[in-house]
């Protein structure tokens, strides 16, 4: 008997914004609870004060990074696949430069267990360099996307702008750090949008311009 299943481009679209969106509520507990509580700038010895005497807070919030990690990595998987039928190149390249944010990051959750969130935090702002590379070239995927609103795309790109040049001044000029850091004030929550409501857009109609085919058999779509 013949199946009407889900076209895989909805699919992904919505395990893509799924990820996204549980990653977004993780962050916010990860960093903006848990991290932020623990850390302090330039003084580990209050900070490790903080993490002995808040353990539970400090444990919870690194469980909470693994959990970033691993949507992180459907995400990059799942953008590939949405993105690869209009522009095979510009989907490899997403996918490939969000991998390599992801491996800053698992690197730096380790340090993060070890105790060491002044180590963790820079390698993890390396890797968020890395990560506005990708939303740029995720943007310029998602332009060349018909199935996709433009006015994404540009979210998409100056999110990444964003992200790296925040990220870049951090890293390679720290004489640029009060720049750095005026920037993240005001540009913090455009970010976070830009990715958000690609994210919301995603779930309720990602893929919906591709009808789905009846079938006998499971989605064999190539990767």
């Given at each position: 008997m013949k199946t009407l299943k889900m076209n895989p481009i909805r699919f992904f679209s919505i395990l893509t914004g799924?990820?996204?969106?549980?990653?977004?509520?993780?962050a916010g507990y990860a960093y903006g609870i848990s991290f932020t509580q623990i850390h302090v700038e330039n003084d580990p010895i209050q900070t490790m004060t903080n993490i002995q005497s808040k353990s539970t807070l400090f444990y919870s919030g690194a469980a909470a990074?693994?959990?970033?990690?691993?949507?992180?990595l459907?995400?990059?998987?799942?953008?590939?696949?949405?993105?690869?039928?209009?522009?095979?190149?510009?989907?490899?390249?997403?996918?490939?430069?969000?991998?390599?944010?992801?491996?800053?990051?698992a690197i730096g959750?380790?340090?993060l267990f070890r105790q060491d969130t002044q180590l963790f935090e820079r390698i993890w702002s390396l890797g968020l360099f890395i990560f506005g590379f990708?939303?740029?070239?995720?943007?310029?995927?998602?332009?060349?996307?018909?199935?996709?609103?433009?006015?994404?795309?540009?979210?998409?790109?100056?999110?990444?702008?964003g992200y790296s040049l925040i990220h870049g001044l951090e890293n390679f000029m720290p004489q640029a750090a009060a720049a750095a850091a005026f920037l993240d004030t005001y540009l913090s929550i455009p970010m976070a949008v830009g990715e958000l409501s690609f994210a919301v857009w995603l779930?309720?109609?990602?893929?919906?311009?591709?009808?789905?085919?009846?079938?006998?058999?499971?989605d064999q779509d190539a990767l």
């Open positions: 799924t990820a996204l969106l549980i990653m977004a509520l993780a990074w693994i959990l970033i990690l691993a949507a992180d459907i995400v990059a998987y799942g953008l590939y696949r949405y993105l690869k039928s209009s522009h095979l190149t510009l989907a490899i390249v997403s996918g490939t430069l969000r991998l390599l944010y992801c491996l800053f990051l959750i380790v340090f990708h939303l740029i070239v995720t943007g310029i995927g998602v332009l060349k996307n018909e199935r996709t609103p433009s006015i994404f795309a540009s979210l998409l790109v100056l999110a990444g702008i779930i309720a109609k990602g893929g919906k311009s591709v009808s789905p085919q009846p079938s006998v058999v499971p």
